[in-house]
């Protein structure tokens, strides 16, 4: 059961473009969301997170907006850059729940090109 | 600031061998996890430890795997027998506290043939 789900596995961008990357949740209770960049033969680092209380969060070149009516987040990149090429991984967790587990989506591909 | 250790780094054994993953959390970290990450999917949880108590290990294949975390520091992870479908890259982390950003150590990828 895929809690969190990214349905775009690749997204191809030029440098400097905007990049959008898109993510849908099916639990309500999710009340915390991560992004991550993971780059090859490394693990995941964290990138930027946003709580169910705010629908904005910006650092940098990275926004991510949230929309709890439509269960959906996305991550904006502006400018694009080619150091950006990455695997981005969207995750969510329950922090009122005594687990605080982390549920990932299946990661999206972002390839920015000169 | 150190990161996340672990080792090693990639591992490849026979279908019904023994393998041991260790990892070392981030000095000052009280939660551990364990992930698996097929190829193509997202990390999986499979064991959460407070301190050197599980919280949650709900989703790990316990007649083959098993997991410690000795005096609330570093872990290993265990499979016996391994699988073929086992094949995957075991990721470590760790966090403050449960339900915030966790921190990833390099993965150990485990080839089973």
């Known amino acids: 059961d895929q809690q969190v789900k990214q349905n775009s596995p690749s997204l191809s961008v030029q440098e400097g473009r905007i990049s959008i990357l898109n993510c849908d949740y099916t639990?309500?209770?999710?009340?915390?969301f991560l992004w991550y960049k993971k780059y090859p033969a490394e693990g995941p680092t964290f990138l930027i997170s946003i709580s169910s209380i705010k629908d904005k969060n910006e650092d940098g070149r990275f926004t991510v907006f949230l929309n709890k009516s439509a269960k959906h987040l996305s991550l904006h990149i502006v400018p694009s850059q080619p150091g950006d090429s990455a695997v981005y991984f969207c995750a969510a967790v329950a922090r009122g729940s005594t687990l605080g587990r982390l549920y990932f989506g299946r990661g999206t591909q972002l390839t920015v090109w000169p | 600031e150190a990161g996340v250790a672990q080792s090693p780094r990639y591992k490849i054994i026979e279908k019904r061998q023994s393998v041991a993953f260790w990892c070392n959390p981030i000095?000052?970290?009280?939660?551990l996890y364990w992930y698996q990450q097929i190829l193509g999917q997202g990390p999986k949880l499979l064991i959460q430890?407070?301190?050197?108590?599980?919280?949650?290990d709900s989703q790990l294949p316990k007649d083959r795997f098993s997991a410690e975390r000795l005096k609330g520091v570093d872990s290993t992870l265990k499979i016996q027998p391994a699988k073929l479908e086992d094949s995957a890259v075991y990721l470590c982390?760790?966090?403050?506290?449960?339900?915030?950003?966790?921190?990833f150590g390099p993965g150990t990828r485990l080839t089973v043939t």
């Open positions: 430890f407070q301190n050197n108590g599980v919280v949650d």
């Open positions: 982390a760790s966090s403050l506290a449960s339900g915030y950003e966790q921190y």
């Open positions: 000095s000052g970290h009280a939660t």
């Open positions: 639990n309500s209770m999710f009340d915390y």
